[in-house]
């Protein structure tokens, strides 16, 4: 007797983000399939079906899920204790962290271009940049040019695209971190 498949009711939504998250992880956005995934979950695909209108919306689910921890991040560093040149450089630096201690989903979030999934994710990663630029703005002692903001955040990106495959996490890249982030820095300031 083969195990029983979870019923529609059992099958949750975070179940199957999760199975579809370490799937999109390991590999591109076209070899997952709603099928794939309802054959790790030992249920039918058109369980999934009842919780997902198709895999670009688990993707997005699982997205939303990255933004907000990053966005995160970056309101408590803002809203921290410490003095606006000491937030910036720890905004910098927890842009870097992130991206190196969630190397895979920085790539899902910031990297993968796909014509199902560009719109949103791209207006995610936009209202990311936003939060990122509204932060650097807020804690700078004079007014920023748009541009100057805009290229802080490429170089941060860069820095993690750099680094990513070479290095485990922060800790590993913690040096270069820091000296990214004060060069960063005096060019802002």
């Known amino acids: 007797m083969s195990p029983r498949k979870p019923s529609t009711k059992d099958l949750t939504k975070e179940m ?19 099928r794939s995934i309802a054959k790790e979950l030992s249920c039918s695909h058109g369980a999934i079906y009842y919780h997902f209108k198709n895999k670009a919306e688990i993707f997005y689910a699982i997205l939303g899920n990255y933004f907000s921890e990053l966005n995160n991040t970056l309101d408590e560093t803002v809203n921290g204790p410490e003095d606006n040149n000491t937030k910036m450089l720890n905004v910098f630096v927890g842009f870097m962290a992130f991206g190196l201690n969630n190397q895979s989903q920085y790539e899902l979030m910031f990297m993968i271009r796909d014509s199902e999934i560009d719109g949103l994710s ?68």
């Not at 199957?16 to 709603?34: D, G, L, Y």
């Not at 995610?124 to 630029?133: D, G, H, V």
């Open 16 to 34: 199957i983000i999760n199975e579809a998250h370490k799937q999109f992880i390991t590999k591109n956005f076209h070899q997952v399939s709603m």
């Open 122 to 189: 791209q207006e995610a990663a936009n209202l990311s940049y936003e939060k990122f630029a509204q932060s650097v703005q807020s804690l700078s002692k004079t007014e920023l040019l748009i541009s100057d903001i805009h290229s802080t955040f490429i170089a941060l990106h860069g820095f993690v695209a750099h680094y990513r495959h070479y290095v485990k996490n922060y800790e590993e890249a913690k040096e270069a971190v820091d000296v990214h982030a004060k060069f960063l820095f005096k060019a802002l300031t």
